[in-house]
Nanobody, 122 residues
Framework: QVQLVESGGGLVQPGGSLRLSCAASGSIFSFNGMAWYRQAPGKQRESVAGISRGGNTNYVDAVKGRFSISRDIGKSTMYLQMNSLKPEDTAVYYC????????????????WGQGTQVTVSS
């Protein structure tokens, strides 16, 4: 059993930045993909960014050029650097560990974190 714990959420003004962290209780290298998802009020959970075991990254169009996913294998921690934040980025952000490359298909997520709230508002 692997536990994923997110941190780093908060309230930020439009145009601002936040960095989310996801600390895993086991080695993140054991998964084919790690990913960030988000769920806004009244909407379905959606994928945001994923990173493969080999370190390749993939982003959904809505965040390309603004968000950056990375990891520190030695610390078993994944990050999401979010820049140029918009009100529509407001959501609960979840990290996920998957059997599939990039981890962007929720059907193959093995472990979920508990989520961290990100609110973008002036």
């Amino acid at each position: 059993q692997v536990q994923l714990v997110e941190s780093g959420g908060g309230l930020v003004q439009p145009g601002g930045s936040l960095r989310l962290s996801c600390a895993a209780s086991g080695s993140i290298f054991s998964f084919n993909g790690m990913a960030w998802y988000r769920q806004a009020p009244g909407k379905q959970r959606e994928s945001v960014a994923g990173i493969s075991r080999g370190g390749n990254t993939n982003y959904v169009d809505a965040v390309k050029g603004r968000f950056s996913i990375s990891r520190d294998i030695g610390k078993s921690t994944m990050y999401l650097q979010m820049n140029s934040l918009k009100p529509e980025d407001t959501a609960v952000y979840y990290c996920a560990a998957s059997d599939r490359m990039y981890g962007l298909d929720p059907k193959f997520v093995k472990y979920w974190g508990q989520g961290t709230q990100v609110t973008v508002s002036s």
